[in-house]
């Protein structure tokens, strides 16, 4: 059973802070790590995604994967109030094309 | 207009009936799903299909079915509708090369 774990929080930061979240997944095969936003009452939106051969940077968002422990990250810098929403991580193995996806982490961005 | 385009947008229906949710899209993209969210449980995949003739059950298909009329067109019925299938339905695509996915707007059905 491929497991994508997620503290569902709320994770709240002060305006201007660097945001951190994190995401662990299971399976060691995993390939393909996805970031979605999701505003209260709307869809999910790709914001990131990488592969399992490096960290992506973009903008004020950075996706970081740590193989050894299994787990990928969300950075966002200077957070804004209009970041506060919930992020959904999602891992693919090599061998699947359906991802697994996290429960969310919720994320609140205080002025 | 939106890539991906969910009909209803919000549909209150009783118990036992028949209903359809619609999904078209303008992505050109062969691979659509159905998810189902509700608070707490996160995303849940219904069915998936990746080509007009291939369709594929996921994690909570009982209870549901669906069509894919055209590359651009999926449609999700539920044969029978309870209660517990209240939730927030949505409809994706992706491509081959990434798998990101793209979502529609979601539908929000109520069973009473």
């Known amino acids: 059973q491929k497991e994508v774990e997620q503290n569902s929080g709320p994770l709240s930061v002060p305006e201007g802070a660097i945001a951190s979240l994190n995401c662990t997944y299971s399976?060691?095969?995993?390939?393909?790590f996805f970031w979605y936003r999701q505003y209260s009452g709307k869809s999910p939106e790709l914001i990131m995604f990488i592969y399992s051969n490096g960290d992506k940077e973009d903008g004020r968002f950075t996706a970081q994967l740590n193989k050894a422990s299994q787990y990928v990250s969300l950075l966002i810098r200077d957070s804004q109030p209009s970041d506060s929403a919930t992020y959904l991580c999602?891992?693919?193995?090599?061998?699947?094309?359906?991802?697994?996806f996290g429960r969310g982490t919720s994320l609140i961005v205080h002025p | 207009d939106a890539d991906v385009t969910q009909t209803p947008r919000n549909r209150i229906t009783k118990t036992g009936k028949r209903i359809m949710l619609e999904c078209s899209q303008t992505?050109?993209?062969?691979?659509m799903y159905w998810y189902r969210q509700d608070p707490g449980l996160g995303l849940r995949l219904i069915y998936y299909s990746f080509d007009v003739k291939d369709i594929n059950k996921g994690e909570i298909s009982d209870g549901y079915s669906v069509s894919r009329q055209a590359q651009a067109k999926f449609s999700l019925s539920l044969e029978s509708a309870i209660p517990n299938q209240t939730a927030l339905y949505f409809c994706?695509?992706?491509?081959?090369?990434?798998?990101?996915?793209?979502f529609g707007s979601g539908t929000r059905l109520t069973v009473v």
């Open positions: 992505k050109g993209h062969d691979r």
């Open positions: 999602a891992v693919r193995s090599g061998g699947s094309y359906i991802p697994t």
């Open positions: 399976d060691r095969g995993s390939q393909s």
């Open positions: 994706a695509t992706s491509d081959s090369g990434t798998g990101g996915y793209t």
